[in-house]
């Protein structure tokens, strides 16, 4: 007979924790001085809340505050328990980040070493009546990682720190976009259960579909006292069915299948509706709520005539992948909760996005990210945990490996919007053109897990989901894995290397990284940036540049396409508008493939601090014009104009379910007036998951004067692509090519635009003004007697606009 009782331990449940220093190099006074903690939480959160320390994201506190990496830390709490008449009672501790001692009253229960998996302690006898002592002493990170490279060896990494030693979110070691925080704490949840008999262990409801009828198999894991006598009874309740069944005591799992007939089935955003059933599994008095959708998901990889594919489909359906990169949303992940969660899927789906690919340095993320991208229709293609380097295949890695494995796919199979289980990022490809063989020296370094354990995995727990052992990858161990006819490719060598229109050269099956960098928005960046004067180069500014000689590829990145900076303002305004730029430029081309390549994948949407990187979304939750870039070239309907051969085309892409008729008006235009220089008119058909192109006649597809000319493409329904013959350092601009009006609103202002000469890229950053701005449009292109109204919300109306609030690249050129 089940009688399951849990005691919160989390600081929301009551529980008083405190959090001091045991040794290392922490400031004078602070070892062993407790201050109070919160529970789930991390040191940093806890000493920054204490007032021990300043805010890490400021200035250069980064660096004043490594100490905390390096120091060892014990979490304390004292509860009074009291005894409730079951059998066994157990500590639950959901996620420890990381190497812990956990002791209760003095005994040690046991130690961790992983922070992407749970743990239970069997506490009985150990807990008492009456109060309680429960103590979690950390060691620090960065000192353990060090320690264990010392002991097993060093494994080849990219960073500064051995991330790859420990099983704990790389990321938060630092990376090229992410500050060096290495933080402990009890990161989620942690309670006593108290239980007789029986409970459940786990749930894994698997959802698909059969013709038209929904069929879900959930598998129950079951776990017993050593004195359970009395059989137990599960029941899986959904959509109105019952399944049921009794077990004897040992049983370890159950399987029950229930059928849904006439289901309504789970479609990512843009293909149908999401709708989600009510799973509810109970045992005896114990019991499981959870929500799944009924789907199929697959990808083929199944060679053609002109490479790999990939093609992710659902539902029999192939899905065009608009997608962009995950990263964690806060360095300090434990304030994110389900209301951050939301906002940050909410921008990808503003964007015109339908896939978030959960990133291997990350984190498995918390149920409220999974949950509201099963609700929004965004397919998440979730890294397993590896990220930029080898690891070792021995003892104890590979059980604690297996273990979070086990876990992650147990946790999250349930959810509609996982659509790929994907073993490493850029470790296959490392392997290979990183120069890793000579320190590896022939020693096992990951290809393992990637290409036996976690397959083996996926195909026992989710045989539903699909598996790719990296990204990137070709699909086939004879293929160099970032090859653009196989598979997945990164496209890195554009920003590191050799200008955006590098992009052209590569014909991809499917793009799962690509990106180019610009700073955050401009209250963003000089909140924490203090350099006087402000400076590209400036030191805080390079604290919060984290890329390899980054501002430097940001001015080389302009190359011939924009002017170099008179100032400041300047150099914030053409860094954000190539990066804009740049990676609109690849997906244009990208889309202008298909059927060839079947989707793109940008690194990033977000940002876990201020920063300048690739994110499209900024550490303070402001869209750069990169995210406006992507809202238009990951429109459901894209026409732009691409070169082929010796001439130039219209290519139209139509991702929806409705054919695209419509008539394209192709003008070339005088960019300094409204003089229409000519015009070419034709019809385009186009099915639905579609595309066509249309060669432009030499009349339109030609300039007599390049410097002084462009075209405009305009469908009848609106969409409108726009091209250039010479780079912006050559175009000729007015100077006052529009004018700007100012009208007040309930809680914001309006910025009307109106333009007597071309007027391209008009950009309006309410932020200077204030930051709690925001604004619904930018990178807005005018023709002559064109208008274009800003709508600002959160602020004030100021009593007029110009630069450096309102921005073109005309003002660049004069």
């Not at 776990?223 to 049921?244: L, P």
């Not at 997608?323 to 921008?347: C, H, K, M, Q």
């Not at 340095?361 to 999974?370: A, K, L, M, N, V």
Request: aromatic share 10%; hydrophobic share 40%.
């Amino acid at each position: 007979m089940t009688s399951l009782k849990t005691f919160d331990l989390t600081t929301d449940g009551g529980a008083a924790w405190t959090v001091h220093a045991v040794e290392g190099p922490a400031p004078d006074g602070l070892i062993g001085r407790a201050v109070p903690a919160t529970v789930p939480g991390e040191v940093h959160t806890d000493l920054l809340a204490a007032g021990e320390i300043p805010d890490p994201f400021d200035g250069d506190n980064e660096s004043m505050l490594h100490w905390i990496g390096r120091t060892r830390w014990r979490f304390q709490n004292t509860f009074s328990w009291v005894a409730d008449g079951n059998d066994r009672q157990e500590l639950v501790a959901e996620g420890l980040d990381t190497v812990a001692t956990v002791t209760l009253n003095g005994q040690e229960l046991g130690r961790t070493a992983n922070q992407h998996r749970s743990y239970r302690f069997d506490v009985t006898g150990v807990l008492v009546a009456g109060d309680n002592e429960l103590v979690v002493e950390f060691e620090g990170p960065v000192t353990a990682a060090e320690a264990e490279r010392a002991k097993v060896g060093s494994w080849p990494h990219t960073n500064l720190h051995p991330y790859n030693e420990l099983r704990k979110m790389a990321s938060n070691f630092g990376w090229d976009w992410g500050p060096d925080v290495a933080t402990a704490g009890i990161w989620r949840p942690i309670r006593i259960e108290s239980w007789s008999g029986v409970r459940i262990a786990a749930v894994r409801p698997l959802a698909g579909v059969e013709s038209d009828r929904g069929v879900l198999t959930t598998h129950v894991e079951l776990a017993w006292t050593d004195t359970a006598a009395d059989d137990a009874t599960v029941t899986v309740e959904v959509a109105g069915t019952q399944q049921s069944a009794t077990v004897k005591p040992g049983t370890d799992t159950v399987e029950l299948v229930s059928t849904v007939d006439a289901v309504d089935v789970w479609w990512p955003r843009g293909y149908g509706d999401q709708p989600l059933y009510d799973v509810t599994v109970t045992l005896n008095d114990d019991d499981w709520h959870g929500r799944v959708g009924f789907r199929n998901v697959t990808v083929n990889v199944a060679p053609d005539n002109d490479g790999t594919p990939f093609v992710l489909s659902v539902n029999g359906k192939p899905i065009y992948v608009r997608g962009a990169n995950w990263i964690p949303d806060d360095a300090f992940v434990t304030r994110l909760n389900a209301d951050t969660y939301r906002t940050s899927v909410e921008d990808a789906v503003d964007a015109g996005m339908n896939l978030l690919r959960v990133w291997g340095g990350g984190i498995y993320e918390s149920e409220d990210f999974y949950d509201v991208c099963d609700e929004l229709g965004i397919l998440v293609w979730q890294d397993f945990l590896f990220a930029c380097a080898a690891y070792s295949e021995d003892e104890p890695l590979r059980s604690e490996v297996e273990a979070e494995a086990r876990e992650a796919v147990t946790r999250l199979s349930r959810h509609a919007s996982l659509a790929v289980w994907n073993g490493n990022n850029e470790n296959i490809w490392g392997y290979v053109e990183w120069g890793w063989r000579v320190p590896l020296a022939g020693r096992p370094w990951g290809a393992g897990y990637y290409l036996d354990l976690l397959p083996r995995i996926v195909a026992e727990l989710d045989p539903r989901t699909p598996y790719s052992a990296g990204s990137p990858y070709s699909f086939d161990q004879f293929i160099h894995p970032n090859d653009d006819r196989h598979g997945t490719m990164h496209i890195w060598d554009v920003w590191n290397q050799v200008d955006y229109t590098t992009y052209r050269k590569y014909k991809p099956r499917f793009v799962s990284e690509f990106g180019f960098q610009g700073p955050p928005a401009w209250s963003t960046l000089t909140s924490v940036v203090h350099d006087s004067p402000l400076d590209p180069y400036g030191s805080q500014m390079l604290v919060h540049q984290k890329a390899f000689e980054g501002n430097l590829k940001l001015e080389r990145g302009l190359g011939d396409h924009l002017p170099a900076w008179k100032d400041i303002d300047d150099w914030h305004w053409t860094t954000q508008l190539n990066q804009a730029r740049a990676v609109a430029y690849g997906i244009e081309h990208f889309r202008s493939l298909f059927p060839l390549n079947t989707g793109a994948v940008v690194w990033q949407l977000n940002d876990n601090w201020p920063v300048v990187s690739w994110a499209a979304v900024d550490g303070h939750g402001i869209r750069k014009p990169l995210w406006y870039a992507l809202k238009r070239v990951y429109a459901d309907r894209l026409l732009t104009v691409q070169p082929r051969g010796d001439g130039l085309v219209v290519a139209a892409h139509n991702d929806t379910d409705v054919a695209w008729s419509t008539e394209v008006t192709v003008s070339r235009r005088s960019t300094r007036g409204a003089e229409v220089l000519a015009q070419e008119t034709f019809a385009i058909e186009i099915a639905a998951r579609s595309a066509v192109v249309n060669d432009l006649p030499e009349s339109v597809a030609v300039a007599a004067d390049p410097t002084a000319e462009y075209l405009e493409v305009r469908g009848a329904d609106g969409v409108t692509a726009h091209w250039y013959f010479v780079e912006d350092t050559e175009l000729q601009l007015a100077g006052d090519a529009y004018t700007a009006a100012v009208t007040p609103t309930e809680g914001g202002y309006d910025v009307t635009v109106t333009a007597t000469a071309l007027a391209k890229d008009l950009a309006l950053f309410p932020d200077r003004l204030d930051a709690a701005a925001r604004v619904d449009s930018c990178l807005v292109t005018l023709s002559a007697g064109e208008t274009h109204t800003f709508h600002v919300t959160g602020t004030a109306a100021p009593a007029e606009i110009a630069v450096p609030v309102l921005r073109s690249v005309n003002d660049l050129r004069n």
